[in-house]
């Protein structure tokens, strides 16, 4: 008996191109195919008709300023407003993403430092009313310890 390469029990397998393919196989590849397209679609039309929202930030800006002598207190508060307005126009000016900008004002002297005024405002109650005194927090209590400091 002659042995031949493919018994005659068991068939010779077709080339992996004309193989049939299982109907389900197809049917998945399909469905995979349409849920991708139209996925994409609906995040491109999505895009054009409303696009995404920017973030927005807030910005904290701390100030420092050196009492100079014989300086009063509301010669220094006035001081520490300018700066501030200063800083918060700046920072307006420099980033148009920022929404809130928070400036606080420290004032440096006889080795003490007290904070003497918070500026916490948004971009549009600034374009508004663009005044320090308006939006600006004042410490009572800085006054007497800066000229507690200066009796030491």
């Known amino acids: 008996m002659w042995l031949t390469r493919y ?21 998945i590849l399909s469905a995979g195919l349409v849920a991708l397209l139209g996925g994409t679609g609906i995040w491109l039309t999505e895009a054009l008709i409303a696009p995404q929202a920017s973030q927005a ?27 501030a307005r200063a800083g918060a126009q700046r920072t307006f000016d420099q980033d148009l993403l920022i929404t809130n900008v928070a400036v606080t004002v420290v004032v440096e002297g006889e080795g003490v430092s007290v904070p003497i005024l918070a ?3 948004d971009r549009d109650q600034w374009q508004a009313r663009p005044e320090t005194y308006y939006w600006a927090t004042y410490y009572r209590t800085a006054e007497a310890l800066l000229n507690a400091s200066q009796r030491f």
């Open 7 to 27: 018994p005659a029990h068991r068939p010779r397998r077709a080339p992996f191109y004309r193989r049939k393919k299982h109907s389900w196989q197809g049917s």
């Open 119 to 121: 500026l916490r405002v």
């Open 57 to 83: 930030y807030t910005s904290r800006l701390d100030l420092f300023l050196a009492r100079e002598a014989e300086e009063t207190y509301d010669t220094l508060l006035r001081r520490g407003e300018m700066a």
